[in-house]
């Protein structure tokens, strides 16, 4: 009698180890995500997983869908269609349970401008129900110990945004999302927002980010998702997106670019082969050394044979001028 209902048990303990271990939910995932504006579509039926421990950039142009779907994630805005969940938890049933985990970049304006870094985060402390100590916590780790004394007000704009991080940082969500977090911001700023954020994943924080820039992005993200006219034209790691299409540059005497060119079109895994003043550029799917074999062997002696790595510059580009928006 007992038997059968100890080994229901056993078995319901190792489904719910399974689903717990290593198949833990995303960090957020959306859903053929969609919001309308009348007869304008912001954001079209994206869908996206993001990993715990991801720094995931939504790379994209103006009015392409990135802040519209970062507002859909924060609750902020409804989806027309789709869904947003954030850790298992789907944001039209269980919001509390999805956004009691999530943070955002608080604003600046969210702040007392004649009160102190420190005080004003340790208000925000007591209002989230945590000590006055974490305030100091979060200066810390987004650098502003040193002016935690100074009035909010007398900030530069790159310090509001750090203190705004804090902010978001105050209650350890595991997910913080970020608009354009450099905007606004100089150089100095732009570098101290970008060191901070690899910090912050370091402590197990996932973090989705939008932005234009696509240097922020390079720099920045371990995962990209390219955003056009509302949907996602591409994901991947920023390494692999930059060598999509390998090609080579090959250097060659003048007299021999010709044959060169001939023969290495027919050689397999090339893709095309294109002059471009005193080089032919190689799309290949092989090594330099296969090249240069197959060059040699034919009498022709390249000068130099050097892989060119694209900028994600040039793949986005590429990628958004390839798909016209609707
Ligand atoms: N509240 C709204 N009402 C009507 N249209 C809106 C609204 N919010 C956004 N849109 C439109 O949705 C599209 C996407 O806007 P969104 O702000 O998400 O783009 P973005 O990628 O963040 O652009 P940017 O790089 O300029 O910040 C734009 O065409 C915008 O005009
Ligand atoms: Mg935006």
């Not at 009698?1 to 489904?15: H, N």
């Not at 954030?86 to 269980?94: D, E, K, M």
Request: hydrophobic share 45%.
């Amino acid at each position: 009698m007992s038997l059968p209902s100890a080994t229901g048990m056993t078995a319901d303990v190792a489904v719910a180890a399974d689903a717990t271990t290593p198949g833990r939910p995303p960090a957020l995932e959306l859903r053929g995500l969609t919001k309308r504006y009348g007869t304008l579509t912001a954001v079209s039926s994206v869908s996206l997983s993001v990993a715990a421990g991801e720094i995931l950039g939504l790379l994209g142009p103006n009015g392409s869908g990135k802040s519209t779907t970062l507002n859909l994630v924060m609750g902020f805005i409804k989806p027309t269609a789709g869904e947003v969940i954030i850790h298992g938890h789907s944001l039209r049933t269980a919001p509390r349970a999805a956004l009691q985990d999530v943070g955002g970049l608080v604003e600046g304006s969210a702040f007392y401008p004649y009160l102190s870094g420190r005080l004003n985060l340790q208000m925000l402390a007591r209002l989230r129900g945590l000590p006055a100590s974490r305030a100091d916590e979060v200066l810390e780790l987004v650098g502003m110990l040193h002016a935690a004394e100074r009035t909010f007000g007398d900030y530069s704009q790159g310090m509001r945004q750090r203190l705004g991080v804090a902010g978001a940082l105050m209650h350890r969500p595991r997910l913080i999302v970020l608009d354009e977090p450099t905007s606004g911001l100089d150089p100095a700023g732009t570098r101290e927002m970008r060191a901070l954020l690899p910090r912050v994943a370091a402590e197990g924080t996932t973090v989705v980010l939008a932005s234009h820039l696509l240097t922020e992005v390079e720099q920045v993200c371990t995962r990209v998702a390219i955003m056009q006219a509302g949907t996602i034209l591409t994901t991947g790691a920023v390494e692999d997106l930059l060598h999509q299409r390998p090609r080579w540059r090959v250097r060659l005497a003048p007299d021999a670019r010709p044959r060169a060119a001939e023969l290495l079109r027919v050689l397999p895994g090339v893709r095309s082969v294109e002059a471009a003043e005193d080089d032919l550029l190689v799309e290949a799917e092989t090594d330099g050394e296969s090249l240069n074999r197959a060059l040699f062997a034919a009498g022709l002696v390249a000068s130099e044979l050097e892989p060119l790595v694209p900028s994600l510059e040039s793949v986005f580009i590429e990628l958004t001028e390839r798909t016209p928006a609707p």
